[in-house]
């Protein structure tokens, strides 16, 4: 969970305290590096841009640039640049944190049902070797869902992100 505050929080800063509001634009595991005490830095800031654009509107972009699989679906498919890109590939990074792999074809199945927390467990990555709740696993898989929404008005903002993991950091410590 220190892990993911830590992204999350890297990725709040760029679009809520820089001016003009920035993006990273190639968020994936290898550009999240952990230092000695496991606290996560983001790395990478190469791809970084501005999401500024006339009147309040989000810019497009023809020149898409950075990782399929991280990369949001208006911003693949139509160069939309907006906050939301962060929070989509944060989405697919705690997909990665809490299983090892990519889980989007399954997550239906394991939210909502009866038996879905024993069914979490079939997914949940073995080297985690059982450090965690399910019912903080299945809260990882709920936030990662509002992550990942295609439509990105429907997306989570990361500083509500950010809010969020750092309440359920405090209570589980």
Known sequence: ???????????????SFTSPPHIHKDIKSSNILLDSDFRAKVANLSLARSVEGADNQFPITR????????????????????????????????QEILTGKDIDA????????????E??????????????TL??????????????KKDPASRSAIHDIVSSLSITLSSCQ
């Open 1 to 15: 969970m220190q892990i993911a505050l830590d992204v999350a929080t890297g990725l709040d800063y760029l679009p």
């Open 63 to 94: 020149h898409i640039v950075g990782t399929r699989g991280y990369m949001a679906p208006e911003y693949l498919e139509n160069g939309l640049m907006s906050t939301k890109l962060g929070v989509y590939a944060f989405g697919v990074l705690m």
């Open 106 to 117: 399954i997550l239906s199945g394991i939210v909502g049902e009866e038996c879905g927390l």
């Open 119 to 132: 069914r979490l467990k079939e997914f949940m990555d073995p080297s985690l070797q059982g450090n965690h």
């Open 135 to 148: 019912e903080l696993a299945m809260f990882v898989i709920e936030m990662t869902r509002k992550c990942i």
